[in-house]
């Protein structure tokens, strides 16, 4: 039985030419978005953020939402951080005024502070190169947060890596042993460490692979990373450094290659760098990394 | 043909103007300007920029109001008032109404937002005795507004076609805030660890309107010109949208049973 | 063969209706109908029978569920059907923040007139419905009876060659209601079509070629009304009078009522003469002698009686 009914041709020729059309705008829409996206870079971000800087008085303007806009605020930190990352930027500006608009937010915002404490204080263009915002950010943390220990952690990290302060930096790891659900003994003998050599490449090994081991951030454990690889290398060509001191003695010249080192008995096995790639010798009996190698030695470099 | 959707946008206009509702808004808005002014005592060195922040700001957000306010009653009080029985018997099409409706409403806030530009003017002229170069990024600012109202006057109108003015306004201003981040749901889609929540996220990031686009007030204050290309592609990103909400209006408008 | 103005055609409405919105209410069923170009259709019936749920489909307000409909050859969803109608909504409201002037002259918008074409029919018509002192005032100031006189006159500034007027005489006095049966009658008079809904059955049966009836959504009777009502004559009523002192013809006066000095008494047709003769006898003046007819009322009246015994409306269970 036909129902031909009028409001088909009214409403199915508005509603036809909506579902064609509309699509096919969406994709044109879409496009110009792109286009936008890319003009516009971070101009107005940047300065957007100038305006707003003041934590405490953005928590008065969020409304008791604070919470949710240090998320907003933290993840945007997190793409600007990116974002420099990927043009390597050397400029990290905006890095410590949005991480502490997060934090001061919502300072239990733990990951911000971790995250802080690595890629503020790491020299461009791995991070910030500003280790003293980083400390900062960190003891602000540490106030709110006097249960984490790994609060602690970080901040030992900062004042030995960083900032070369053995004394405090010792007297982080020890507060942040006292806590029930640290790993006491390891913290104690890094406090013990560090108070008595100050720095050495094994204590640095040490406290990195113990960042390594227990943060959850996958950024900063990439860098910790690189840090340990850092300092395996660098461990290894100081021994093999020692063996070509050795061989001087015996044979009263430098080695000229690894394999002399193995021949004379000095070395066994197949010294390959944390990459994979063989040490090398260098002039003067100094051994080195493989040329091709990615690992960077220069990174906590320090007078033997 | 083409003159019907001018006499609907005519008659919406006046009668914006004869319900008190624009006076009231202009008088606030420039009211708000003058307490610029004072804050500007308080602070120097930086009155050109407060007043131009504050001033923009007023001006987007009286605007907003104004376009919701109006445009969830634009269809739903014909309607319900049973106005649209004799005008719909006349040879005008459901479509010519609806984008008479808009325009109305759009002719109605461009004539608001540019005496309360007006008003900025003269606060600014005030301040600071003169006017640069770089304010003619203030005007671009205006214009970015008015493309943002636009939208928005779109949306609203489109919820006016099915529901009541108190839903419409939500949906509206979710619609809104939704698009002001914008951009953080951009970083979801390229940060996120999960790739299927990275897609979603893109798509809703083009799907939703993109109110942060419009957002140069900061530019503005500190005199930044805005580049040609900009403009353009933001004029017709608003443009295209709107047709997009205006074809969905009509396709939701053409089959209504008028109670 | 004269053009047909309007051709209905199987048209029907459904409702949903409940809390689920699942049930279907059928307010006009199947209706079919045609009026010639030139006629005064009359629209007739209770309240709820879908008279005016009619003329919103006609005009395109609400959309049917099935059935088709044409006028002047155009169908209902073509837009340029509407440059040749006119309509008037029952119980007209429009934008009160306009005047009546301005009212007039926004609708004519619509249609094609120089700017001094449109000011002087705003004028005219304003004129012919009597509001020209009022076409200054604010629409939120006019009385319903007004009000239906900006109704009228929106419905016809364009010259539309088929009218539709929703209960035209609803709210006015009876000068307002003679007002409107003047106009109805001059358009007759100029060869348009009118199509319109009333209670008031008197005045269509004065004014309508033809009416037709609506019952609870369904058309009972269509026809012209001298042909609805039959041509039965019921009786001859006699009006008289009796000069003071004087007593009325034993035979009619126990059958007659009387006020003051004046009789009424109804007689059968058959003994008309009879009576007249006793009334002469007895020099009763005689005032009045009318056939009795039934009216459009009494048909109407029984038609709606007989629906309304078989009739809720048509409920239909759609799962």
């Known amino acids: ?304 | 043909m083409s003159t019907m959707p001018a006499a609907v946008a005519v008659n919406t206009f006046r009668e914006a103007v004869r319900d008190r509702v624009l006076y009231n808004l202009i008088f606030f808005a420039l009211m708000m300007i003058g307490a610029a002014i004072l804050v500007g005592q308080i602070s120097i060195g930086v009155e050109r920029l407060v007043i131009v922040n504050l001033g923009l700001s007023a001006i987007s957000i009286f605007g907003i109001i104004m376009a919701i306010f109006i445009g969830v009653g634009l269809v739903y009080k014909e309607m319900e008032k049973r106005t649209l029985y004799s005008l719909l018997a006349k040879p005008i099409r459901r479509w010519e109404f609806l984008v008479g409706k808009f325009a109305g409403l759009l002719l109605t806030l461009v004539v608001n937002t540019a005496l309360m530009t007006l008003g900025l003017a003269a606060a600014l002229f005030y301040v600071s005795r003169s006017f640069e170069r770089s304010d003619v990024g203030i005007l671009t600012a205006v214009y970015f507004i008015l493309l943002e109202l636009a939208l928005i006057t779109a949306l609203a109108l489109f919820f006016s076609c099915f529901s009541s003015p108190m839903l419409s306004t939500l949906y509206t201003l979710g619609i809104y805030v939704a698009g002001v981040f914008a951009p953080d749901i951009k970083g979801v889609s390229e940060y996120s660890q999960s790739p299927a929540l990275a897609s979603l996220a893109r798509f809703v990031y083009y799907l939703l309107p993109n109110f942060h686009n419009f957002n140069v007030i900061a530019a503005a204050a500190h005199g930044e010109t805005i580049p040609f290309a900009l403009v353009w592609h933001n004029t017709l990103y608003a443009a295209l949208y709107v047709i997009v909400i205006l074809l969905a209006a009509s396709a939701v408008f053409s089959g209504r049973n008028l109670k | ?319």
Not at chain 1, 96 to 105: G, K, R, S, V, Y
Not at chain 1, 164 to 186: H, I, Q, T, V
Not at chain 3, 46 to 57: E, I, Q, R, V, W
Request: hydrophobic share 40%.
């Open chain 3, 1 to 319: 063969m004269k053009n047909l103005a309007i051709e209905i055609k199987g048209l029907t409405k459904d409702y949903p209706v409940g809390f689920l919105r699942k049930r279907m209410r059928r307010s006009l069923d199947y209706l079919t109908l045609s009026v010639e170009e030139g006629e005064t259709f009359g629209f007739l019936g209770p309240n709820g029978a879908g008279k005016t749920t009619t003329m919103k489909l006609l005009m395109g307000l609400i959309f049917p569920t099935a059935g088709t409909a044409r006028i002047r050859g155009r169908s209902i969803a073509d837009v340029r059907m509407h440059r040749e109608i006119g309509y008037m909504p029952e119980q007209p409201y429009f934008y009160d923040y306009l005047t009546a002037r301005e009212l007039l002259d926004y609708f004519a918008r619509f249609f094609s007139y120089s700017a001094t074409e449109r000011r002087e029919r705003v004028t005219r018509f304003l004129e012919l419905v009597g509001l020209t002192a009022a076409g200054d005032v604010q629409l939120r100031k006019f009385s319903k009876g007004m009000l239906q006189r900006v109704g009228i006159a929106q419905a016809i500034l364009h010259d539309p060659q088929v009218v539709f007027l929703d209960e035209p005489m609803s709210g006015l006095d009876p000068l307002g209601r003679r007002e409107v049966r003047d106009i109805i009658l001059s358009l007759k008079r100029q060869g348009r079509t009118i199509f319109f809904s009333t209670h008031i059955l008197s005045d269509a049966e004065v004014l309508c070629d033809r009416v037709g009836v609506l019952v609870g959504g369904k058309l009972q009777g269509v026809g012209a009304p001298e042909e609805l009502v039959s041509m039965d004559v019921l009786g001859i009523e006699i009006l008289f009078e009796v000069h003071t002192g004087g007593a009325p013809p034993r035979s009619l006066a126990e059958r007659a009522t009387q006020t003051g000095n004046r009789y009424r008494v109804e007689v059968p047709e058959a003994d008309l003469y009879a009576a007249l003769e006793e009334l002469r006898v007895s020099e009763a003046r005689i005032i009045s002698v009318t056939p009795l007819r039934p009216s459009l009322e009494d048909y109407f009246f029984r038609l709606v009686g007989r629906q309304k015994a078989a009739l809720e409306p048509t409920e239909a269970r759609i799962a």
């Open chain 1, 1 to 304: 039985m036909s129902t031909h009914t009028l409001k088909i041709t009214s409403q199915v020729r508005a509603v036809a030419l909506a579902l064609v059309a509309i699509p096919i705008l969406f994709v044109a829409i879409a496009a110009v978005q792109a286009r936008i996206d890319a003009l516009s870079g971070s101009v107005t971000q940047q300065k957007e953020e100038l305006l707003l800087r003041s934590g405490p008085m953005l928590e008065k303007l969020s409304l008791g939402y604070g919470p949710l806009l240090a998320d907003i605020y933290w993840t945007r930190a997190v793409q600007y951080f990116g974002n420099h990352m990927e043009r390597r930027s050397h400029s990290f500006e905006l890095l410590a005024p949005l991480l502490d608009i997060a934090t001061t937010l919502d300072p239990k915002l733990v990951i911000a502070y971790r995250f802080g404490a690595v890629f503020l204080a790491e020299r461009p263009p791995g991070g910030a190169g500003r280790p003293d915002f980083a400390v900062d950010l960190v003891k602000k943390g540490i106030a709110s947060n006097r249960d984490v220990w790994q609060l602690n952690y970080d901040l030992g990290l900062l004042y030995y890596m960083r900032l070369k302060d053995y004394r405090k930096a010792s007297e982080a790891f020890l507060d942040g042993s006292k806590n029930p659900a640290a790993p006491a003994e390891l913290m104690k003998i890094m406090a013990a460490r560090v108070a008595e050599n100050g720095e050495s490449l094994e204590t640095s090994r040490l406290v990195w692979a113990e960042l390594y081991n227990s943060t959850k951030d996958e950024s900063v454990r990439q860098r910790a990373l690189f840090h340990v690889q850092a300092l395996d290398a660098q461990m290894a060509l100081k021994k093999l450094n020692d063996n070509s001191e050795e061989y001087w003695k015996k044979f009263g010249r430098f080695p000229t290659s690894i394999q002399e080192l193995r021949d004379a008995g000095l070395v066994q096995g197949d010294l390959k760098d944390p990459a994979g790639y063989p040490y090398v010798m260098g002039p003067n009996g100094v051994p080195q990394l493989d040329p091709h190698s990615p690992v960077p030695v220069e990174l906590n470099q320090q007078k033997p």
